[in-house]
């Protein structure tokens, strides 16, 4: 990969390359445990020495558990190590408690058969044992039995079977569920998806403006007759003031006079009448029509909102300037991001710090010639990107872009940097998402953090965000939701694994835990089996690799309550979200709180991943990447409680769009993780 002066994006995700790029930050671990000590293994008790009354000492059965390796030695244990080359003893624990009627066992013994562990991978056996475990109320044997039956292993696909063994483990009175078909390429799909939204926006666009011309007609046709009328109740009382004149001076005055004043007031009271009708009717139809137009432009925020870009550059036989960053604003009475690159002084971008990035792109079909900012040339690199760097000394600094190519055709881009008192932490009431936080007292559990940034790679090449990432994270759910805080930056191997180990020691099922790892991923082709790499791994060789199935085996033997992944990475092995209960939208608050309560009781294992097997983007010349950029933003918009599916919905939609304007596809992914434990529920964000 070719890096030009910090401009081109970054990646991050399921990819390593480059060579050794010096020392990292973090130390040699001085405990003598290997890493190996902290994975976890199928671990066989010895049995228990207990005496019956004064003279009788037995031993129990031997007793299995899933623990870590050191943790099973410790305890006298019998086990195989993790990844070596037999798993048939993981079979000969689980299979005797399985067939004694131990849930548990089952619903391992099942999982053992599907992965194909020891034994050939056998899903019709994995389905009967899961079977067993579900029939007697084990919510994640039901998981595992309804992801079969939606992918037809073991068992014939029926969509119907598997929303009810979802149903099953979601209890009664949980939230709905719906099959999710996962598209073949769905970073596609969401180019589709925004493709049809800007569509729709443009043509709520056209009826707004067909309705705004319809209202000033109207308003003009309603100032007419209110004129007329005003003339007609003038006339009228002039008439009828000669009518008393007329009455009063009965000597002077003849009879067919009188008559005829009479009836001209008549017929200007019918014809004022009719106005004052008119009129009312005119009001009315203006009513309905500024109606229809605030809900065409509250139509059009939802649409904006969702695709975070409106418009694509118009046709010009010169250059074209289009601007990346920072994101602009339309100075209109809704301020909507937009990108149209015809010049206007109403291009605003808001700022909140003393210096402002701006990096952009020249369409130039003859090539650029020259290209200046604010008068100083910039460099224009690879793909006719460029960079620069604005001082904001006022409260609105003007930013003039100047583009001329080979054939001598001169573009200009002007916008205005205007400083922002909002900081990016209190967002507008508007920009809120989730609920208000309810006013009953609800007790959601304890909420702990283990977060991840890894930027100095020993081996692989750097990385440039991903610490700062980890320290905003951090920061935000410290400070606004209250989350007891494990920062990791630049941690090696071990460090990671000690970490993953010691929150599965020391939480317990009151507790809810997220994980957020920042850092380079890698994915094997061959078994479809993820990775994350710590600062000492080094390419093509995996020994210092974390691998997502170890990773889910530790959440796996984890008490909590709720756990998320959230990973600007890959993360291989989860299954689709049809196992997701939905909190469908147009449901009233009091539902969701509700729906929201019954979740926090459920045993949820999510994961969220800034991208699928894709690279995912570093920097684009922000301080954070892609993905970590609207995290952040909707953890800060957060109105109260959040659940995991809607923050991945309106995330979803703001990093594709954002990823869109360097021409990359990246599309995160939010489901439950395979073979961790998932039952049911979602993860809540739950201000403090």
Not at 280 to 307: C, F, I, W, Y
Not at 648 to 661: E, G, I, Y
Request: charged share 30%; with cysteine; aromatic share 6%.
């Amino acid at each position: 990969m070719l890096v030009l002066l910090l401009v081109l994006p970054m990646y991050s995700g399921c990819a390593t390359d480059g060579a050794p790029r010096g020392d990292a930050a973090g130390k040699a671990p001085q405990a003598v445990l290997k890493a190996d000590d902290l994975l976890i293994v199928d671990c066989l008790l010895p049995g228990q020495i207990r005496q019956l009354g004064t003279g009788l000492t037995y031993v129990t059965a031997r007793r299995a558990v899933k623990t870590s390796a050191r943790d099973c030695a410790i305890r006298g244990g019998e086990y195989v190590a993790f990844d070596r080359a037999s798993y048939a003893t993981a079979l000969k624990i689980w299979l005797p408690l399985a067939e004694k009627g131990d849930v548990e066992a089952q619903s391992y013994v099942g999982e053992i058969y599907e992965k194909g562990l020891g034994v050939p991978p056998d899903p019709a056996k994995a389905a009967e044992w899961y079977r067993r475990a579900a029939d007697k109320g084990y919510a994640r044997a039901s998981i595992n039995l309804g992801s079969l039956y939606e992918r037809g292993e073991g068992v014939p696909e029926d969509p119907n079977q598997a929303l009810s063994q979802y149903r099953r483990a979601a209890g009664p009175n949980g939230p709905p569920f719906k099959i999710v078909l996962p598209g073949r390429d769905e970073s596609e799909q969401m180019r589709k998806e925004i493709a049809e939204l800007r569509k729709q926006l443009a043509e709520k666009q056209t009826q707004l403006e067909r309705s705004q011309r319809e209202l000033e007609n109207l308003r003009r046709s309603l100032e007419q007759r209110r004129g007329e009328v005003e003339g007609e109740r003038r006339t009228l009382t002039q008439l009828r003031k000669d009518l008393e004149n007329e009455r009063a001076n009965a000597q002077s005055s003849t009879p067919s006079r009188i008559r005829d004043l009479e009836k001209s007031i008549a017929e200007r009271e019918a014809r004022l009448e009719a106005k004052d009708r008119e009129i009312g009717g005119l009001r009315a139809q203006l009513t309905r029509l500024e109606s229809d137009s605030a809900a065409q432009r509250d139509q059009m925020a939802v649409l904006r909102k969702q695709t975070a870009d409106a418009g694509q550059p118009s046709a010009n036989t010169g250059p074209e300037i289009e601007l990346i960053e920072p994101e602009l604003t339309v100075a209109t009475r809704d301020i909507q991001p937009t990108r149209v690159p015809v010049p206007t002084t109403d291009r605003v971008a808001l700022a909140t710090s003393d210096r402002v990035t701006v990096i952009g792109r020249v369409h130039a079909p003859r090539g650029v010639a020259s290209l200046t900012v604010n008068g100083s040339d910039a460099r224009v690199v690879s793909a006719n990107v460029f960079k620069t760097q604005i001082d904001v000394k006022q409260p609105q600094e003007r930013v003039r872009i100047v583009a001329v190519d080979r054939g001598g055709h001169k573009a200009t881009f002007d916008f205005v940097i205007r400083r922002s008192e909002r900081t990016a932490a209190q967002p507008d009431r508007d920009d809120r998402v989730g609920i208000p936080r309810p006013r009953q007292r609800m007790n959601f559990g304890n909420y702990h953090a283990l977060v991840i940034g890894i930027n100095d790679y020993k081996y692989v090449r750097q990385l440039r965000t991903a610490v700062n990432d980890a320290k905003e994270v951090a920061r935000v759910l410290e400070k606004d939701y209250g989350f007891r805080v494990t920062l990791l930056l630049n941690s090696t191997h071990y460090e990671l694994l000690s970490a993953l180990n010691d929150m599965r020691q020391r939480l317990t099922e009151k507790d809810n835990l997220l994980i957020y790892y920042a850092g380079h991923g890698e994915l094997d082709q061959r078994n479809q089996r993820g990775h994350w790499l710590p600062i000492d791994a080094e390419p093509n060789n995996p020994a210092r690799w974390i691998s997502n199935v170890a990773i889910t085996d530790i959440l796996n033997a984890m008490t909590v309550q709720q756990l998320l992944v959230v990973a600007d990475s890959c993360y291989a092995g989860t299954l689709t979200r049809s196992a997701l209960g939905r909190l469908e939208g147009g449901i009233s608050e009091e539902e969701q709180i509700r729906l929201m309560q019954i979740m926090a009781q459920k045993r949820s294992r999510m994961v969220m991943t800034s991208g699928g097997v894709e690279p995912v983007i570093d920097d684009v010349g922000a301080s954070h990447s892609v993905f970590a950029l609207s995290f952040i933003a909707l953890l800060r918009a957060n109105a109260g409680v959040l659940a995991g599916q809607e923050m991945f919905q309106l995330l979803r939609f703001r990093v594709t769009a954002r990823a869109d304007r360097v021409d990359m596809r990246q599309v995160p992914e939010y489901a439950p993780i395979k073979f961790a434990g998932h039952e049911s529920g979602d993860f809540l964000f739950v201000r403090r």
